[in-house]
């Protein structure tokens, strides 16, 4: 008996899961799939029929290859059944997979039905068989789909909190593998994403992009003068500054920018084309592609410019920590480069954009330089 069957006879009252997509964009080895317990079935309108004749436990749907009604034909899904279901993202499909998740309509016109969301909950793809019963038969496996527990407030999208995390007190395996997974892509000071995140998904987003003539654009920038900081008021207070620094940074990227970590007072942020927006895009003037790929993406200038204009206003007064002797402003140095202007991979964006940061250091800090332009920075764009 495989790993998967062996997993599968431990819950005989789960029921059956469905299987929406091409399994081969998601798991790494298909074959073990268990026909016992799973269908399978090409397209989310199938799916729905699916689900309206038949007791599912899970429906889960491979994103890639979706069609862009992905919002609509998952509110129909929700409307003719009630298993779970859990999207099965590439890295760079993440940010729409916690959109879906934290989307929550109500499924009555009446209004008295119970509120619920899109989706229960995401993995990441590729994934063993293995790993993928492991994770979405265990019982107590897809968090509660209630607005609060999602971080929702007045039904409006918002970014995950940041936290501290801590060992989490349940000691069960399903428990501690999702917490360590949690920490093999989440910076553990922040709660951002980790430079091992922030490299893969910037090589995956960059191969999408090149298929889908897109658009993406790297900032990596620092916060200045922080080793003064930390021999001043301690490492205490200059941990405090960079938990400060990613919560804003946060609030001014838009939802689905990837916003990382990468080691010590170094951050990263990949800003590429709305996903939602991609067929639009896709119809539009080649012409006008090609101009609006010329230069940096205006969208990640304004949301930089807005980042340096709302650090300024961060006065260290504001941090406890630094007593009443902490007085001053915060500034950060960083430099932009994008894709295609100024590489092809995602090693070329970062040896631009650390050149142009270094130019930002070297001509005075609390600036953002941009790549091929050596005299210019971002508050000198219109």
Known sequence: MSAV????????????MLLVGDPGRAFLDVDAIADTRSEICAD??????????????????????????LS???????????????????????????????SIYNNSPSGNALRRSLADDYLICPLSVDKFYESVMAPGRVAASKPEDLGMVDNQETIPKLRLR????????????????QLATEDDLTGLKNRRYIWEFSRQIIEYAKKEN????LLVFDVDDLKKYNDTYGHQAGDEILKQAAALMQRCCRSHDVVGRIGGDEFAVIFWDDPQQQRIAASADSEERRSASADHPAEAITIAKRFVKELSKTGLSNFAELGPQGKGVLTISGGLASFPRDGGTIEDLFQQADKALLEAKRSGKNRIYLVGKPQSNINEID
Do not use: W
Not at 166 to 181: K, Q
Not at 214 to 217: A, I, L, M
């Open 5 to 16: 069957n062996k997993h599968i006879s431990r819950y005989p009252a789960a029921g059956k």
């Open 44 to 69: 989310l309108a199938e799916a729905i029929d699916l689900a309206a004749r038949k007791n599912f436990a899970v429906i889960a749907i491979v994103m890639s290859g979706i069609s862009s009604k």
């Open 72 to 102: 609509s034909n998952l509110k129909a899904l929700r409307d003719n059944c009630d298993a779970k279901v859990i999207l099965l993202a590439q890295m760079y499909e993440e940010p729409i997979a916690i959109h879906l998740v934290n």
């Open 166 to 181: 801590l060992p989490p007190v349940d000691t069960t395996t399903e428990t501690r593998i999702r917490y360590l997974e």
């Open 214 to 217: 897109g658009r993406v654009t």
